[in-house]
T-cell receptor
């Protein structure tokens, strides 16, 4: 059974710092991997999607990398801002026909001004 | 609508009570998903619809859980004889794509269920 682990569980940084969130998965035969953001009391917002054939995706200050063979992904946030405070969730999909996203427990990020 | 809408946003149920949670997906979206998120955990897959067809219900935890989407738009997740372990946020998501990969997926804000 696919398991997704996110480290650290929580992270507190001052504004302006660059930071890295980690995600690992046990079954490397994934179809794609997504990073989501969840604000308190809200649903999930998709940030970046990396197909299994890709190594990284970028959107603004966010960069996600994927090393499928080692079962790892990182989300890099540059020049963090207080508005980045949220829980970041990593999710993998095993097969194209698979409707199931398997999520990690998330990393709760607090960026203080 | 502008986004995925879920109701009620908050529900307190007495143990043994039946509850029904509603999801209004984005208009025209073919795929609809239900996830369960316990406190401090990531969402866990419950079930998936493509139009009115329930193609995957492998994540439903017991036969007390039932989901339907009779006309291929609004969906209802019903939980019978609620138990304390059913307390969680129930997230609905929709996607315009026909395939299950759901690359563009939009989540609602969830229905927060507390069973007392």
């Amino acid at each position: 059974k696919q398991e997704v682990t996110q480290i650290p569980a929580a992270l507190s940084v001052p504004e302006g710092e660059n930071l890295v969130l980690n995600c690992s998965f046990t079954d490397s035969a994934i179809y794609n991997l997504q990073w989501f953001r969840q604000d308190p009391g809200k649903g999930l917002t998709s940030l970046l999607l990396i197909q299994s054939s890709q190594r990284e995706q970028t959107s603004g200050r966010l960069n996600a990398s994927l090393d499928k063979s080692s079962g790892r992904s990182t989300l890099y946030i540059a020049a963090s801002q207080p508005g980045d405070s949220a829980t970041y969730l990593c999710a993998v999909r095993l097969r194209n026909e698979d409707s199931t996203l398997t999520f990690g427990k998330g990393t709760m990020l607090l960026v203080s001004p | 609508g502008a986004g995925v809408s879920q109701s009620p946003r908050y529900k307190v149920a007495k143990r043994g009570q039946d509850v029904a949670l509603r999801c209004d997906p984005i208009s025209g979206h073919v795929s609809l998903f239900w996830y369960q998120q316990a406190l401090g955990q990531g969402p866990e897959f419950l079930t998936y619809f493509q139009n009115e067809a329930q193609l995957d219900k492998s994540g439903l935890p017991s036969d007390r859980f039932f989901a339907e989407r009779p006309e291929g738009s609004v969906s209802t997740l019903k939980i019978q004889r609620t138990q304390q372990e059913d307390s969680a946020v129930y997230l609905c998501a929709s996607s315009p794509s026909m395939d299950r990969s759901g690359n563009t997926i939009y989540f609602g804000e969830g229905s927060w269920l507390t069973v007392v």
